[in-house]
Structure formats: C-alpha cells, structure tokens
C-alpha cells in the first residue's frame, strides 16, 4: 500500500505489529489518532510507554503489579490460607474476573516443556516452594492448562509437595457451560463421567 | 474488568478507545506490548506521537504531507495537467491505491452539508479556485462520494468553473467489479444502463 506520508506509513507498520490486526485496520486506527488532539495522542502513547517502564512483577507471588506487592498479596481481605498456581498473570486476570476466588495466587511464570527446552528451572518453582515451607497454607489449586505441558507441571510440583499437610486440588475438568453434549471431545466426556458431581451438589453451586 | 495494575488498565482503556477494538481485545494487545522488549515498546509509542506532531497539510492541494509540499505534488513525474477533487486524504490514499491515476489531487477537507453546518466557505474550494486560475489544467475529475452531500459539493463547484477552458469529468457510476446484476440498487443499475459503454471500450480497459 502507498501512504501519503513516511509519518504515517511508520504509524501503520507498528500498528500492524499488533496481534489480530492487519494493514488495513491498522490504517483506520493511524487515522482515527490522526483525527484526535495532540495531546489525547500523547496520553495515548504515554499510557502504553507507562505500561511498560512502570509495571513490575509482585515480589511475593510474581503477578504483573504496579509495586512490590501486587493488589492481591496486599489486600488483606483475602484468604491467606489458599493459593491458587497459575503458568502466567493472564491466568490471574481471568480467574479474578470470575469472582469465584478469593485466595493468594503464585504466577510460574510459564509451562514446563521439554520441546521448548523450559526446564523447573526456568519457572517461578522454587519460590513456590519457599512460600509453602515459611507461609500457613491450608490448600493449593493447581489452574495449569489441561495440556501435556500442564500436566507435566502440575505433576512435577506435586510429587515435591506431596508429603507437605497440603490439601491439593486442580480445577475440575468438564462439560463448559452451555456446550452440547454430542459436541463435547471424548476425553473431557470421559472426565465429565468419572467426576462426576452429586446432583444435589450442583444445585448448591447455582 | 479487574486488571491487576492500574497502568495496564489505563493502557486497555487507551486501546479500547479506538474505533473497532473492545476491551476484550484491547487487553490482549497491551499485553502483547507488555511481553515486548522496552525499545520496541517505545518505538511503538513514538511512531504514534511522531506522526500525529510531523504530519502537515500539503500547501497546495492539502493533502497530508511530511513536508510543505506532499508527495504527489512534489513528484515530477506526475500528469500536471490532471486534477482529481476528493473529500478527504483518506480518498487520496484509496485512489493511489489503484495505480490507474497519475495526475494531482486537490483535498477539500469534507463535502459541503448543510445539515452538518458545512458551507463552501468551510472547505478548501477557494484554493482549488486559486489553482484552476493560476495553474493549467486540460481536465478537472470529481471523486467524491454518490451522496447528496457529495452531489451538492460536485454542482457548487461545476457551476463556478463551467466557463473555463477544462474538461469536467466525474468517477463512473455502474455495477461494481464481481457484483451480481440481480442484488444491485436500482439507482446504480439504472445508471449504468444509462452510462452503458462500447462493449469494446470495456475489452480495452482490460
């Protein structure tokens, strides 16, 4: 594509650069700046350049944060007595938005797999260990994706904790709400059979 | 929402405001510049500044420009003695787009409306005057927009200039390239019946 300017050529290709978002689009989005104020510009690209000078990772729990303790480890109305594993603070904002979780999390900060060449190592492991030998923990919930690598992970901490008085739990594996039955894989059906929950049970969760 | 950090929920909040991305959306790219390193991050930002603070209006036909005069006034190997009149230099970009103009533009800023409170006085109708009295053009094209905002645009300015010595010409209307006969308006169809050409002027243009 030709642009009339260098400026705005520029604009576009690190628009572009975006996840999801072609030449075109990217072009509309230059445009719709273009169209703006000065200074609603600037606080355009200063929101995003703050972003990233400013944010850190929690020192205690390696979530995304704006200080050294992020708002869930510093908020003391929560319970201090569960905490939840993630692979990445995404993770955390998704289980946050569903308000059904009002425990301490831990970020690995990413997935144990081999073909990638991420070892134990390479994870917020260690510090996860530290946390459970010096803080009271009554239980852990494993939320690491239902995937080989997931699995690899949730196991390789759990043989390290499986001695500690620990209650150890992983989110439940099933039909998402909503789905049809005949549509649903065979291996979350399967799960969905083997686990499945007391009738009376599921009323109480509504 | 609940983001983690208010820098990041500023910055959802800046890329939610442009046209076309949710929050949803807008989350996911910041993080994808969050996982970038500072540089690239800055880069980005600076693109957007850059172009909204370097960006001018070319002095002659007021197209956006780096420099006084833009691109396609600047280039001598362009047709002088063509002009084509457009709305808005997002017109210009499609047009250059087509690679089947090789002459100059003229940008007017908009289309006269008297709804919108948008009279000649409002657009740059007196430089294209200024122009058609001081420069030499064999033929003057209207590319604006089949509306009657864009009608009433094209017949303010015929009428000041269908004295002069220029040929005035506008876009064809007809059926667009790949559409079927029987789901076109019966405005445009109707037109292109009247507008009908030499089949063989259609094999040529091929």
Redesign the interface.
């Given at each position: 594509?030709?642009?009339?300017?260098?400026?705005?050529e520029?604009?576009v290709?690190?628009?572009a650069?975006?996840?999801?978002?072609g030449r075109k689009?990217a072009?509309?989005?230059?445009?719709?700046?273009?169209k703006?104020d000065?200074s609603r510009?600037?606080?355009?690209?200063?929101?995003?350049?703050?972003?990233?000078?400013?944010?850190c990772f929690c020192s205690r729990c390696h979530?995304?944060?704006?200080t050294n303790l992020?708002?869930?480890c510093s908020a003391p109305s929560r319970d201090q007595s569960l905490i939840c594993v993630v692979a990445d603070?995404?993770d955390?904002?998704a289980i946050?938005?569903t308000h059904s979780f009002y425990g301490l999390y831990h970020v690995l900060g990413g997935l144990i797999s081999p073909m990638d060449g991420i070892g134990p190592s390479d994870l917020n492991i260690e510090s996860l260990m530290e946390r459970l030998r010096t803080e009271e923990y009554a239980e852990i919930i494993f939320a690491l994706a239902p995937t080989p690598d997931g699995d690899t992970t949730n196991f390789f901490i759990y043989r390290k904790i499986k001695d500690y008085n620990i209650r150890i739990s992983s989110l439940a594996r099933g039909i998402a709400i909503g789905e049809d039955i005949e549509y649903t894989d065979q291996a979350t059906l399967g799960k969905s059979l083997q686990n499945r929950i007391l009738y009376e049970s599921s009323l109480a969760a509504k």
């Open positions: 594509m030709l642009y009339p300017s260098k400026r705005i520029d604009a290709n690190q628009l650069s975006l996840p999801g978002i689009t072009l509309r989005l230059a445009l719709s700046l273009l703006r000065a510009v600037k606080d355009f690209s200063e929101a995003l350049m703050l972003m990233k000078e400013n944010t979530n995304i944060s704006d992020c708002l869930v603070f995404r955390v904002i946050e938005n």
